[in-house]
């Protein structure tokens, strides 16, 4: 955020004007009704991830339904021989720069697309919870 002074510059200007008791805890109400608010924490969770760990998965021994055995797992240009140990973080899947303003108007097809693909607490058997936190938590613990 220190590199994008008018991001900072118009998220503090929100809560600024809508919460005249700066010390106060506000209402959610209040919170939910920021509309630069939910952006930047989608944003930020997009960039960050909430678990700054990397969970490692191995790769199995190669066998296909058809008992076809294989000798790697092709990702891309790259070759993955069996038992090389995987893994993933936000970052590495999301790595454009901190951005909020892409949430607030995307094209819908996008959209959908960004909503599916954003990962801030994990994937699969790795997830946090049941995966079903939401803005709102994110707003009262900020």
Avoid: C
Avoid at 74 to 86: A, E, F, H, R
């Amino acid at each position: 955020m220190s590199r994008s002074p008018d991001t900072v510059a118009k998220f503090q200007a929100e809560p600024d004007a809508s919460m005249p008791e700066p010390l106060a805890i506000p209402d959610i109400r209040v919170l939910q009704h920021l509309p630069y608010l939910s952006p930047f924490i989608k944003d930020d969770l997009r960039v960050q991830g909430a678990a700054p760990s990397l969970p490692e998965r191995v790769i199995p021994s190669p066998t296909s339904k058809n008992s076809v055995s294989h000798e790697s797992f092709d990702l891309k240009d790259y070759s993955l021989p069996p038992g090389t140990v995987v893994g993933t973080q936000a970052w590495s899947i999301h790595p454009r720069p901190h951005h909020p303003d892409r949430w607030l108007s995307p094209i819908e097809d996008q959209f959908a697309q960004m909503q599916a693909h954003i990962m801030p607490f994990r994937m699969g058997s790795w997830i946090w919870g049941n995966g079903a936190r939401d803005d709102d938590d994110t707003r009262q613990e900020l």
